[in-house]
């Protein structure tokens, strides 16, 4: 007898092999471990005054099938956007002492006032990954939402015309350069300008010139307390106008290194004129730093649990 296997003696195993081999998902679980059932990608642009992220839910991790299961897919990231929302932000910086959880820690903020933000948050698309392996929902929300939990004046609280005299002249807007490094008031060490909603802008004797107080609740709302841009493009200068007063910051202050400080000179240029103080009363600020775009790290969403299906 032939002792070699004939071949179509082979094709009961082959079948079976086949039947018991991984399918995709299952191979990825093997290789990189259970499928998450959510994942978040972010990004804050001081410069449009936006947050926006992406929401994806793993489709086999709640054993979603298509093409019915759409439906299902965005209620269950709906569900989950307060929450992640709320994680997202919560380590945004509010000035040169707090963000967001210290301003929760300290019941200037409510964690509710956070999650509601979610019903401000703007959909901009809704798609399927190209191995329909998840379903992801993108969103922006803009800044304001976020400033405007914060703001209680209900007018502008400019500082005082100095009796000190100094030669100026009115101006469209301001722009302070802080690009690169700058030493730090009361330390040995230099920092970059870090931006937040608002910060302060000092003169060398520590005179408070600009803070969210100084800026009119209005103009707050419309476009925040100042600008941040990269370069004076067609769109900063809109802010400032075709003839701003140039100023070069001559150091950083504060522990979240979000305040800016400039010298005396300059600062009289804006407090010797009654024209110049309204600017900012209507937050005719641009700040130019080195860059306005930052990714935010969230954490990973194991929750809710997925559902059991028959």
């Known amino acids: 007898m032939d002792k070699l296997t004939k071949p179509w ?5 082959l079948i079976l092999g086949l039947a018991l081999a991984p399918g995709p998902l299952a191979a990825e679980e093997a290789a990189h471990g259970p499928a998450k059932p959510y994942s978040v990608r972010a990004s804050l642009d001081w410069t449009s005054r936006s947050l926006d992220f992406r929401i994806d839910l793993s489709l086999g991790a709640f054993g979603i099938r298509l093409p019915q299961g759409r439906a299902e897919a965005e209620s269950r990231i709906q569900a989950e956007l307060p929450a992640v929302l709320k994680d997202l932000i919560l380590g945004l ?3 040169s002492r707090r963000d967001l959880a210290a301003c ?10 956070l999650t509601a933000l979610a019903g401000k948050a703007q959909v901009l698309a809704s798609t399927f990954a190209r191995d329909l392996s998840t379903f992801g929902i993108d969103y922006r929300l803009p800044l304001a939402e976020i400033e ?25 807007g ?54 941040w841009a990269t370069e004076l493009d067609r769109h900063a200068l809109a802010r ?60 990973a969403y194991p929750s809710p649990a997925p559902a059991k299906r028959e």
Not at 9 to 13: D, E, G, S
Not at 256 to 271: G, N
Request: glycine share 6%; no cysteine.
């Open 9 to 13: 003696t082979l094709l009961p195993a």
């Open 93 to 95: 910086p509010v000035d």
């Open 104 to 113: 929760v820690a300290d019941s200037s903020l409510q964690v509710g006032d």
């Open 148 to 172: 405007s939990l914060l703001v209680v004046h209900t007018s502008a609280s400019l500082p005082q015309m100095p009796i000190q005299g100094r030669a100026s002249r009115p101006y469209t």
């Open 174 to 227: 301001i722009v302070i350069y802080a690009s690169g490094d700058l030493p730090v008031r009361g330390e040995r060490t230099q920092a970059r300008l870090e931006p937040s909603l608002f910060p302060r802008i000092y003169d060398e004797a520590m005179t408070l010139l600009m803070d969210r107080n100084t800026v009119a609740p209005e103009a707050l709302a419309a476009w925040g307390e100042l600008a």
């Open 240 to 299: 400032v106008g075709d003839d701003p007063l140039r100023i070069d910051a001559r150091a950083l202050f504060g522990n979240r290194r979000t305040d800016i400080i400039i010298s005396r000179d300059e600062a009289l240029k804006i407090l010797v004129l009654r024209e110049n103080l309204e600017l900012l009363a209507q937050g005719r600020v641009l700040v130019v730093v080195e860059a306005t775009k930052a990714a935010l790290t969230a954490p």
